[in-house]
């Protein structure tokens, strides 16, 4: 019997360093992973920025909402836009969703305009319903190509 509960004992023991251990090499990782993504940002390479932007978006990362707004912003790129529009709205920081619905009214491309539309609309419904719901797209409708190879064909090449 002390032997069984030794035995239990030391296997829950072992398990919390184990988990707690796990905890702090996933927050490392999270936040090498963030560092790398954030400096994909400023590159100046729009397959890198559009990708880095995308994952800034599903990891939710609180430190890219700025850089995020100043590509929805200033970028003369529509992916770019586009793309910072969804990680924004998948972030869910009252700011990066401001940001979001002020492009509605007030970006230059009407294609933008409707992406943050559609993202912000499905937002505020998931919001709603307790879930957030972003509309599937193409991916022919970002029309993205990095050295003349469209993103769309490497993708189907998989």
Same mark, same amino acid.
Request: proline share 1%; net charge positive; hydrophobic share 45%.
């Given at each position: ?20 251990? &796990?905890? /702090? ?16 940002? =400023? ?20 430190? &890219?909402?700025?850089?995020?707004? /100043?590509?929805? /912003?200033?970028?003369?790129? =529509?992916?770019? $836009?586009?793309?910072?529009?969804? &990680? ?5 920081? &009252? $700011?990066?969703?401001?940001?979001? /619905?002020? *492009? ?6 009407? *294609?933008?305009? $409707? ?44």
């Amino acid at each position: 019997m002390k032997a069984t509960k030794f035995l239990l004992f030391t296997i829950i023991f072992f398990s919390i360093i184990s988990f707690s251990f &796990a905890n /702090k090499l996933n927050n490392k990782l999270y936040d090498q992973i963030e560092n790398n993504l954030l400096i994909g940002l =400023e590159k100046g390479n729009k397959g890198l920025t559009t990708s880095c932007t995308y994952f800034l978006g599903e990891i939710k990362s609180n430190k &890219a909402i700025i850089p995020l707004m /100043k590509i929805l /912003k200033n970028s003369e790129i =529509e992916e770019e $836009r586009i793309a910072a529009a969804l &990680a924004l709205i998948k972030i869910e920081s &009252a $700011r990066g969703l401001y940001a979001v /619905k002020q *492009r509605i009214n007030f970006d230059d491309s009407e *294609r933008v305009k $409707r992406f943050c539309k559609i993202f912000y609309i499905s937002y505020t419904l998931g919001q709603k319903e307790g879930k957030v719901f972003v509309e599937p797209f193409k991916i022919v409708d970002l029309n993205l190509e990095y050295k003349g190879i469209k993103l769309e064909k490497f993708i189907n090449s998989l």
